[in-house]
């Protein structure tokens, strides 16, 4: 989003790699760390793609995003299907990611607030974040200056596949099963998040440190549906029209910079 583009396959590739490495691991194809790199692998080749189409091919990053979305979630279903549609997840690996702190905080909240400061670091103090802020900018203007905006579109594209991977990891850990359902909607509450956080949805602006803000008050608002019993039905709708919300006072705050 930062970039002015999206990503709507990130559920569904969730949903692929960890299909993928608890295949490989169940069926004693590959031990576990081994079938964990094929998972990221395979959720990075996915963004891969969708950086390709979209730069390559020219087409809209909806369009490709969503053709991958019912891609990946069509082949994390057939690898489901070969295994009697679920997949326990029982390896030591996963149970310690579900079970276990680093001090007082769990671990996957610990692995989230690393990926935050590295990717806080990344945006804020290399020549990668300075370009990829450029390109949301004014892509015209950065092309110009000499970056190379086709090869680093396609790398923020995988990246974000393989964060979808990492996804993919801590959803087993904490489902400790993978079945069809896995990660759908997940797309959705990553929009939401960054919106949230105050990304333009034309690209250029937004920061790392309000994204994770944006991230908490979906997961409360979120949870607190949950313990309150309302359907899931109703949370997407919720869902739905907070992004519906955040668009239009986006743009609402578009058209007063311009004046």
Do not use: C
């Not at 997840?89 to 905080?105: A, D, G, L, N």
């Not at 594209?157 to 801590?170: D, E, H, Q, T, V």
């Not at 992004?243 to 006072?249: R, T």
């Amino acid at each position: 989003i930062l970039i002015g583009g999206i990503d709507l396959s990130v559920g569904s590739v969730v949903l692929f790699s960890a299909a993928a490495m608890n295949s490989l691991i169940f069926n004693q194809i590959l031990p576990t760390v081994p079938a964990v790199v094929v998972g990221l692998l395979a959720a990075s080749f996915i963004g891969f793609l969708n950086g390709v189409l979209i730069e390559k091919a020219r087409i809209s990053p909806v369009v490709v995003t969503l053709s991958s979305m019912t891609a990946a979630r069509g082949l994390g279903q057939m690898i489901l299907w070969i295994n009697n549609s679920w997949l326990w997840v029982r390896e030591p690996f996963f149970v310690y990611i579900k079970t276990q702190s680093w001090w007082v905080i769990p671990v996957p909240a610990g692995i989230m607030i690393i990926l935050y400061i590295l990717a806080y670091i990344i945006m804020t103090q290399t020549r990668f974040g300075r370009y990829v802020y450029a390109i949301g900018n004014n892509q015209l203007a950065a092309k110009l200056t000499g970056v190379a905006i086709t090869r680093v579109k396609v790398m923020i594209y995988s990246l974000s596949g393989f964060f979808a991977g990492i996804g993919g990891i801590l959803m087993s850990a904490r489902l400790s099963a993978i079945s069809p359902g896995v990660g759908q909607g997940l797309e959705f509450d990553a929009i939401t998040a960054v919106i949230l956080g105050g990304t333009s949805l034309s690209g250029g602006v937004g920061k790392v440190q309000k994204t994770i803000l944006g991230a908490i008050i979906v997961g409360m608002i979120l949870n607190y549906m949950t313990i309150k019993g309302i359907s899931a039905h109703y949370q997407r709708a919720v869902t739905g029209f907070i992004i519906l919300a955040a668009a239009i006072l986006d743009r609402f705050s578009q058209g007063k910079n311009r004046t």
